[in-house]
């Protein structure tokens, strides 16, 4: 049986009407994009995350990345290269991830730039209304189905870090946990048990300074200040 994965059937799914709405979204989106990705520069030029990557990048690095993806995405509406993109979106979702970017900041990129290109879309009055309204259609398809890669892959990518820091959390032969401020264990890895001879219950109902020497509390202490 053959497989069909799942950006086969995000854009399997697709209508003329939906194709059509969506290059007309494109028209605009082309016409606009210099200028649309120079606004979304400077909106975001103080943000603690955005801001710091764009400024690690020059001009000519700026030009090519959204010269690339521009690229991927007319090949997609107009040469049916949906795999292709579906791939490139995947991997944005993946250098994310890998970059430790929040859920709420990448979501925050991605409403600006939709609220700014409805900006540019009211734009186009002389398209007509019912124009205007399939191009505002085709731009939700887009992003649905941009979000919806880069979402994949993005949840992907934090499971598969999640699983790979939970194997070694589990099979080192060093005592691992994770504390809470107020001193007690949240988490212990089952070399705490076999080491100490205390339960895992002992260990997390009581603060961890109870199972320090009297004489060792002080300097204990001072490294968990440096924490």
């Not at 990345?65 to 690229?71: A, G, H, K, V």
């Not at 939700?140 to 992907?156: K, Q, T």
């Not at 080192?172 to 007690?184: P, R």
């Amino acid at each position: 049986m053959e497989t069909v994965t799942s950006n086969e059937l995000l854009y399997s799914t697709f209508s003329r009407e939906d194709v059509k709405s969506i290059q007309l979204y494109f028209e605009i989106n082309e016409k606009y994009y210099w200028k649309l990705n120079e606004d979304l520069q400077q909106d975001l030029i103080g943000h603690p995350l955005w801001g710091g990557i764009f400024n690690s990048l020059s001009n000519e690095q700026l030009r090519l990345q959204n010269e690339r993806s521009l690229d991927f995405q007319k090949k997609a509406i107009y040469e049916n290269q949906w795999d292709a993109y579906y791939q490139e979106l995947m991997l944005q979702g993946r250098t994310y991830a890998q970059m430790n970017v929040s859920f709420t900041d990448w979501t925050e990129i991605i409403k600006l730039y939709r609220k700014k290109m409805t900006f540019y879309i009211k734009k186009e009055l002389s398209l007509g209304t019912e124009k205007l309204i399939d191009a505002m259609e085709g731009m939700a398809i887009l992003f649905d189905f941009a979000m919806s890669a880069i979402g994949e892959s993005y949840i992907s990518e934090k499971t598969e870090a999640l699983n790979q820091y939970r194997y070694f959390f589990e099979n080192t032969y060093d005592l691992a946990c994770i504390a809470n401020e107020d001193s007690y264990f949240e988490v212990i890895n089952s070399t705490f048990t076999s080491s100490l001879g205390y339960t895992a219950q002992d260990l997390t109902s009581k603060p961890f300074l109870e199972f320090i020497h009297p004489d060792d509390i002080e300097g204990t202490l001072l490294i968990v200040d440096k924490l």
